[in-house]
């Protein structure tokens, strides 16, 4: 029988990939965005592919009950991936009303799902922000002490995705996800700003890069990976909550100084600390467990840090003209 995923937030990094992973393994895909500019890219970055025609990307809002009822109701999918956030921390201490994207999304999601698919498989994208300032390392017994606007949201719609498991027998999981970074991740993450940085530095168009709290450990991986952890953990018989992380965490000032190696660069001679770039608050030692996902879902990352990061750091320098070849040390 044919499987059809339904994925909301799919023009952001983690959609595209999910979107690519779901087209590879045959399933007919519908995805949407409220962001047009991002699904025209995604929708050009698919065009190529010969099983392009089993997608079907729109725009719609997800904290819309009509539309997400609307969606469920046509397009009877198997699975449902629920992707859509305003996903950057430092942006939700600004402007906290952006998380009912997270919120009520969550919970139109839900409902829709209760009331016209309730076979429907449901994932939710949780986020290791919810642990805060818990100490490391972090497992799914971790209690949460979520520490921004963004992951309090977060942690409401996590307990509502267990609610719905728990008390309306929905099959609905959530993974934790920690850090997962890749060349598609927006500039405005610290993974990229760096990369992108090193990249306008080489290529002579920047001289420094401003940077804030140096100081904070996080746990990166790969989205691509990731992405394969939401879809196993959804094609479990018995649906639960999963850590999805590396296991190793990182200072940002550590990530800088291993970028900047690879350019054969002395990164403290370039990366200016801003006063202004540090959060109100920030987790200080986010660092995953995921034991639990390698037991049960066979789960393990194949891209390392290391990888990861000249992955991305060759792809800001090719952005910018520049042959990794030529620079790389
Ligand atoms: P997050 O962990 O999901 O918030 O991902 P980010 O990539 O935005 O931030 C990772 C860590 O890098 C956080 O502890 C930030 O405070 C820290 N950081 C330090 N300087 C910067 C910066 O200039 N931009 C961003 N985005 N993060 C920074």
Same mark, same amino acid.
């Given at each position: 029988m044919g499987r059809t995923a339904l994925i909301s937030g799919v023009a952001g990094q983690d959609g595209s990939y999910l979107l690519e992973f779901l087209l590879d393994h045959h399933y007919e895909v519908v995805g949407f965005d409220i962001d047009g500019n991002a699904l025209a890219r995604l929708t050009r970055r698919i065009t190529?592919?010969?099983?392009?025609?089993?997608a079907r990307l729109l725009v719609a809002d997800v904290t819309q009950p009509d539309n997400v009822r609307r969606l469920l109701s046509d397009t009877a999918p198997t699975e449902v991936y629920n992707l859509a956030a305003q996903s950057f921390v430092g942006r939700s201490y600004a402007?906290?009303?952006?998380d009912v994207v997270i919120t009520t999304g969550t919970l139109n999601l839900l409902e829709a799902i209760r009331r016209h698919a309730p076979e429907a498989r449901f994932y939710q994208a949780s986020?290791?922000?919810?642990?805060?300032?818990?100490?490391? #390392?972090?497992?799914?017994q971790t209690p949460f002490a979520p520490v921004s606007p963004y992951a309090c949201a977060k942690l409401y719609a996590h307990h509502l995705v267990r609610m719905y498991r728990d008390?309306?027998?929905?099959?609905a999981a959530s993974g934790i996800l920690f850090n997962h970074e890749s060349p598609?991740?927006?500039?405005?993450f610290v993974t990229r700003k760096i990369t992108h940085g090193i990249a306008a530095i080489v290529s002579g168009q920047a001289t420094e890069l401003r940077l804030g709290n140096l100081d904070s450990r996080r746990d990166w991986g790969h989205a691509r990976d990731y992405v394969r952890a939401m879809w196993l953990m959804l094609n479990r018989d018995e649906p639960a909550d999963y850590v999805i992380a590396s296991g190793e965490s990182r200072t940002v000032g550590e990530l800088a100084r291993f970028a900047f190696d690879l350019v054969g660069l002395d990164w403290t001679r370039y990366v200016r600390q801003d006063?202004?770039?540090?959060? #109100?608050?920030?987790?200080a030692n986010l660092c995953g467990d995921a034991q639990r996902a390698e037991a049960d879902l066979g789960w393990r990352p194949e891209v390392s840090f290391e990888a990861l990061v000249t992955e991305m750091l060759d792809a800001d320098l090719e952005a910018h003209g520049l042959d990794p070849k030529d620079v790389r040390r």
């Open positions: 190529e592919r010969p099983d392009a025609r089993r402007d906290p009303y952006d986020s290791a922000e919810m642990f805060g300032d818990a100490a490391a #390392p972090q497992t799914e008390v309306h027998g929905l099959k598609r991740r927006r500039r405005e006063a202004s770039l540090v959060r #109100p608050h920030d987790p």
